[in-house]
């Protein structure tokens, strides 16, 4: 099922969600099911339960052919429960982001260009895996949201923050968000 996507003013996406407890529940199904079918819906790179407005630790993402990342490399479709996320190494990039629930804008946000994510899947075996690029972007933008973090709380340059037609006035595709 499609569910509403929460916008950024919601007191619920400040929250820092609960780990899930459980694996392997029809609920925890569910929940996913319905995630998915929103990511789909809106063609995002990705959704943390807490932007349907379930404060549960459960994030997914993946990237393969989308109208809205023309230019973004692979990322493969996960989904995970409780993750940590590690960063490997000090180095930082900056890069445009955008997040379904802040329609519209686009900002430039740093964030850590390597990093080791672990977590379990649905049924609670153990995932860890390395990554880089865009795929780490994704990763870390996704766990955010489990923290109450959105996008704009990380923004160092207000003056690279802003409406995309107005920041992308000729651009066919614009810079992906989650």
């Known amino acids: 099922m499609i569910r509403e996507v929460l916008?950024?003013?919601?007191?619920?996406?400040?929250?820092?969600?609960?780990?899930?407890a459980r694996f392997g529940t029809s609920g925890l199904d569910s929940l996913l099911a319905d995630?998915?079918?929103?990511?789909?819906?809106q063609s995002g790179a990705g959704l943390a339960a807490p932007q349907i407005g379930v404060p549960l630790r459960v994030v997914i993402f993946g990237?393969?052919?989308?109208?809205?990342?023309?230019?973004?490399?692979?990322?493969?479709?996960?989904?995970?429960v409780n993750p940590v996320i590690v960063p490997l190494?000090?180095?930082?990039?900056?890069?445009?982001?955008?997040?379904?629930?802040?329609?519209?804008?686009?900002?430039?946000?740093?964030r850590y260009t390597r990093v080791r994510y672990a977590?379990?899947?649905p049924q609670g075996r153990p995932i860890e895996r390395e990554a880089g690029g865009f795929h780490a972007r994704v990763v870390q933008h996704e766990c955010d949201h489990l923290d109450g973090i959105l996008y704009p709380m990380r923004v160092r340059d207000f003056t690279r923050f802003g409406f995309t037609d107005v920041l992308f006035p000729d651009a066919a595709e614009v810079p992906a968000d989650d």
């Open 7 to 20: 916008r950024m003013g919601d007191p619920r996406l400040l929250e820092r969600s609960r780990e899930v």
């Open 35 to 41: 995630m998915r079918d929103t990511m789909r819906a």
């Open 63 to 80: 990237v393969e052919l989308n109208p809205r990342y023309p230019d973004a490399e692979p990322v493969p479709y996960t989904e995970i």
């Open 89 to 110: 190494g000090e180095e930082m990039e900056e890069g445009w982001e955008g997040c379904l629930s802040v329609p519209g804008l686009r900002g430039v946000v740093p």
């Open 119 to 121: 977590g379990f899947d």
